[in-house]
């Protein structure tokens, strides 16, 4: 069953179950990208369906209805099991699989290294677009688990337990470059950038985790720790949520992110 595929997959595991009934594999990457060479069986799904996409927070989720009929439009249904990939290492993709926890679908797994590892391994690729049978995919509730609302962060700063995880550029978190009305940081917060943990000598696989576990412990990002990561709209940083959940990480995503705080007139903000 394909509900036996781990969390992390690697591209020849995968190779050898397309074609399993409950095995969807989606697509995040790039349109054109999908269009010349894709996985057999694969959907394309474009990324912005993802996010609710109104300011000043574009990056929090859409309604219950909305992602009911995205899902449902994919054919979707509480025994998929669904892999996703990408062509930029693991944010759009990271951030389905947070959507995906976020209303309690946990058969899911992410293609370690996207499209460059497949197109690597020398694996088939497919140009044609898969027509899925539409189903009536239904959501209970979305899970308060995953996400923190702005009100919660801001109770939770200077809270030993807690430490924020700011996936951002070096620049945009030491105030340098913005992309909101405020430059900085969130007070407290500690700089690990997305890209960290990409093995670019392997095709934008994930590095070793003990090594990338050591890296961010040395921070103060710990399994001791309840861990919430942002990025300007929660695309970069559902890489890095993804990352504290293969590292087995108690960790949470801050879906409103920098466009969120750095607009708001009431959030402190650090700079260096």
């Given at each position: 069953?394909?509900?036996?595929?781990?969390?992390?997959l690697?591209?020849q595991?995968?190779?050898?179950r397309?074609?399993?009934?409950q095995?969807l594999v989606?697509?995040?990457?790039?349109?054109?990208?999908?269009?010349?060479?894709?996985?057999?069986g694969?959907?394309?799904?474009?990324?912005?369906?993802?996010?609710k996409?109104s300011?000043p927070?574009?990056?929090?989720?859409p309604?219950?209805e909305?992602?009911e009929?995205?899902f449902?439009d994919?054919?979707?249904?509480?025994?998929?099991?669904?892999?996703?990939?990408?062509?930029?290492g693991g944010?759009?993709?990271?951030?389905l699989?947070?959507?995906?926890?976020?209303?309690?679908?946990?058969r899911?797994?992410?293609?370690?290294?996207?499209?460059?590892?497949?197109?690597?391994?020398?694996?088939p690729?497919d140009?044609?677009?898969?027509q899925?049978?539409?189903?009536e995919?239904r959501i209970?509730?979305?899970?308060?688990h995953?996400?923190?609302?702005?009100?919660?962060?801001?109770?939770?700063?200077?809270?030993?337990?807690?430490?924020?995880?700011?996936?951002?550029?070096?620049?945009?978190?030491?105030?340098?470059?913005?992309y909101?009305?405020?430059a900085g940081?969130?007070p407290?917060?500690?700089?690990?950038?997305?890209?960290?943990?990409?093995?670019?000598?392997?095709h934008l696989?994930i590095?070793?985790?003990?090594?990338?576990?050591?890296e961010?412990a040395?921070?103060?990002?710990?399994?001791d720790?309840?861990?919430?990561?942002h990025c300007q709209?929660?695309?970069?940083?559902?890489y890095?949520w993804?990352?504290?959940?293969?590292?087995?990480?108690?960790?949470?995503?801050?879906a409103?992110?920098w466009?969120e705080?750095?607009?708001?007139?009431?959030?402190p903000?650090?700079?260096?």
């Amino acid at each position: 069953m394909s509900s036996t595929l781990p969390l992390l997959l690697e591209p020849q595991t995968l190779a050898q179950r397309l074609g399993e009934p409950q095995l969807l594999v989606i697509d995040l990457g790039k349109a054109q990208v999908f269009q010349q060479a894709h996985i057999p069986g694969a959907v394309h799904l474009d990324h912005r369906a993802l996010q609710k996409g109104s300011q000043p927070a574009p990056g929090l989720l859409p309604d219950k209805e909305s992602l009911e009929a995205l899902f449902s439009d994919l054919g979707l249904t509480p025994e998929t099991h669904v892999v996703a990939c990408d062509d930029e290492g693991g944010g759009w993709a990271g951030r389905l699989l947070w959507v995906l926890e976020s209303i309690g679908h946990t058969r899911y797994s992410w293609l370690n290294g996207g499209i460059h590892a497949w197109l690597a391994e020398g694996l088939p690729t497919d140009m044609h677009s898969e027509q899925r049978v539409a189903s009536e995919y239904r959501i209970e509730r979305i899970l308060e688990h995953t996400d923190i609302t702005l009100e919660e962060l801001l109770g939770r700063i200077g809270d030993p337990t807690v430490a924020i995880w700011d996936a951002r550029s070096e620049e945009e978190f030491a105030g340098l470059r913005a992309y909101a009305q405020k430059a900085g940081h969130i007070p407290g917060a500690i700089h690990y950038e997305w890209t960290e943990p990409m093995d670019r000598g392997r095709h934008l696989r994930i590095r070793d985790l003990d090594a990338v576990r050591t890296e961010m412990a040395q921070l103060g990002l710990t399994e001791d720790k309840e861990i919430i990561v942002h990025c300007q709209t929660h695309h970069r940083s559902s890489y890095s949520w993804l990352v504290g959940r293969l590292l087995g990480l108690n960790i949470r995503g801050y879906a409103g992110s920098w466009s969120e705080w750095g607009n708001h007139p009431d959030t402190p903000v650090e700079k260096y």
